[in-house]
């Protein structure tokens, strides 16, 4: 972790796919009204884009750029375009390339209800505004980075496979940041697993348990993925943070976003042993509004705050940012994700002259 009083800050801008360009611009467009010294910005292709001009989703310049950057935000990539391609040249590669080029194996993503969005959650607002958790997912292993591919059974079928495991080393790594981020809120950790059918989680119960005798304070639960999954629609309010795994982190925090009002609402930090991040809206390309002016800006900008609390060791800026997008919604900004007309710029906009 660094800031800018010790060295200039390069961020590296990683737009990509879809409305990836859109609401990267508006966070630049917060960032810069900052006027943070000593703070640059390099941009450059990944995803579809990337593969499109240079035919690779991940260029080797984009990632000399994301090693040199001290922080990366990140857009979004996705591209219907691309779908037929073979599995390493999909847009979707990249981003899994950074988290494993550059040890991105802490997700964090918080989930909080602006109280002015009660009435665009999926809940009751009575419970909906119970939702102020962090859900702490692993990034670096299970199904995603595993062993797959496709064969042909005994009997000439074909069959796709994709191997599920953890060993216990990148378990603990996790299991700490899930521990530290819990003793820095309501010393409240909820594991998440399905220990009841999958070895992969009963190591993961076993040692996360382990890893609770480091931190006592902190009152640990364990609750199978399923019934988390209920729980975050009948009681969101029980939760503080949540650690699970990256299948499981993945689904988890798309439902919680749906909870707190939009997936266009939720930020996401994902970060190394030493606090360099990426970061994210947990959104996807949404290819289908690309280019209409209809992406919600706000997860993007609030991804924006997490990269300068993180990773920049910017809290008042942080802070700062936090609080013009909380007056921009209750002064009734709202883009059609939230029942609104506001344009993404108009959103942007909104967020602007909140800050000022």
């Known amino acids: ?90 847009p979707e590669q990249a981003i899994l390339g950074l988290r494993k080029e550059l040890s991105l194996f802490a997700n964090l993503r918080p989930a909080t209800l602006f109280p002015e969005l009660a009435d665009a959650s999926a809940l009751r607002p009575e419970v909906a505004t119970q939702i102020d958790m962090i859900i702490v997912r692993e990034l670096n292993g299970d199904v995603y980075f595993g062993e797959k591919g496709m064969r042909k059974t005994a009997d000439g ?89 990256n299948l499981f982190g993945d689904i988890l925090s798309d439902q919680a976003s749906m909870c707190a009002g939009s997936i266009g609402m939720l930020p996401s930090a994902s970060l190394d042993s030493n606090q360099k991040g990426l970061y994210e809206p947990i959104h996807g390309s949404a290819p289908d509004i690309a280019g209409q002016g209809k992406a919600n800006p706000l997860a993007t900008i609030l991804s924006a705050a997490m990269m300068l609390r993180y990773s920049l060791n910017l809290p008042a800026m942080a802070d700062r940012i936090d609080a013009a997008v909380a007056k921009a919604l209750a002064a009734g900004a709202r883009s059609p994700d939230l029942g609104g007309t ?15």
Not at 166 to 181: C, K, M, P, S, W
Not at 199 to 206: A, F, H, K
């Open 1 to 90: 972790m660094v800031s800018y009083e010790d060295a200039a800050l390069l961020v590296a801008l990683l737009p990509g796919d879809g409305i990836g360009p859109e609401v990267i611009t508006q966070a630049r467009r917060v960032l810069d009204a900052l006027a943070i010294d000593g703070l640059t910005f390099e941009e450059a292709l990944v995803g579809g884009a990337a593969y499109k001009s240079t035919g690779h989703p991940l260029p080797p310049e984009t990632l000399d750029l994301a090693k040199r950057a001290d922080a990366i935000l990140f857009g979004a990539v996705g591209d219907p375009d691309c779908d037929a391609l073979e599995r390493h040249l999909r």
């Open 342 to 356: 506001m344009s993404t710029s108009e959103m942007g906009e909104a967020v602007l002259a909140a800050l000022s």
């Open 157 to 245: 079928k074909r069959e796709g496979y994709d191997i599920m495991s953890y060993n216990e080393d990148e378990v603990r790594r996790i299991a700490r940041v899930g521990f530290e981020t819990a003793m820095a809120r309501g010393k409240k950790l909820c594991s998440v697993d399905k220990a009841n059918v999958l070895e992969t989680s009963q190591l993961w119960r076993d040692v996360v348990i382990e890893t609770h005798a480091e931190y006592p304070e902190v009152a640990l639960s364990h609750m199978y993925v399923d019934n988390c999954a209920m729980q975050l629609v009948r009681n969101p309010g029980q939760f503080d943070v949540i650690v699970t795994g």
